[in-house]
């Protein structure tokens, strides 16, 4: 069965602290995502990536970088923790950009 | 840029009955409509596709239609059932390099 594992189920950082959010597929995507969902929001794209090596900013990028050395893994890092990121952060990945997207189980990070 | 709209109250309905859940889109048409299903605390899970060309497609007790006149797409669910109660997302993606926009979502709750 395809999947897309994301590290953490939860997580309880401290202000100022860097936090890398790791995700894993097993289908041969190009096509990788980070979203977070809020209540009321919705998801919201963070940062994308279309390639190995290659990433773009989404819709709410600041406080936020990423890295995708290998193809099956890329990985959301928050520079700096603070408050306002506490959220679920969703990952995803997709063969066809216009294709369904496989999701993962999502990481709850609250920042403390 | 793209806005998706999905009414935002819970639809509550009797097991047996139909659930239909609307989705409208703001500008330009999309060349594909996406909907998703989410449980509380996991990712979202694809469930069909429609593109821009077609009317309707259906999956097993699922149908979706895309109206290019209303700028709508329904998302029904013929004999509903208890454990068809979830939040259901509908995204749009309008092809090449933009990105897929996601709806806050409609939460189901289907009554036995």
């Known amino acids: 069965d395809v999947k897309v594992t994301q590290s953490s189920r939860y997580l309880v950082k401290r202000t100022g602290e860097k936090v890398f959010l790791e995700c894993v597929q097993d289908m041969d995507h190009e096509n990788m995502f980070w979203y977070r969902q809020d209540p009321g929001l919705g998801l919201r794209l963070i940062y994308f990536?279309?390639?190995?090596?290659?990433?773009e900013k989404g819709d709410i990028p600041e406080g936020y970088s990423v890295s995708r050395e290998k193809k099956e893994r890329f990985s959301l890092i928050l520079e700096s923790a603070s408050t306002n990121q506490t959220s679920m952060y969703l990952c995803?990945?997709?063969?066809?950009?216009?294709?369904?997207?496989?999701f993962g189980s999502g990481t709850r990070l609250t920042v403390v | 840029s793209q806005k998706i709209e999905q009414n935002s109250e819970a639809l509550n309905i009797q097991e047996g009955k139909t659930a239909t859940l609307t989705c409208n889109y703001t500008?330009?048409?999309?060349?594909?409509l996406q909907w998703y299903r989410q449980d509380p605390g996991r990712g979202p899970v694809f469930l069909l596709l429609i593109r821009e060309n077609e009317k309707e497609k259906r999956k097993e007790r699922l149908k979706v239609t895309f109206d290019t006149t209303l700028k709508q797409s329904l998302f029904h669910i013929t004999a509903s059932q208890p454990a068809d109660s979830a939040t259901y997302l509908c995204?749009?993606?309008?092809?090449?390099?933009?990105?897929?926009?996601f709806g806050i979502g409609t939460k189901l709750q289907v009554i036995p």
């Open positions: 995803a990945s997709t063969t066809d950009r216009g294709g369904g997207y496989t």
């Open positions: 995204a749009s993606y309008s092809g090449g390099y933009q990105k897929v926009t």
């Open positions: 500008n330009y048409s999309p060349a594909y």
């Open positions: 990536s279309y390639d190995v090596k290659m990433k």
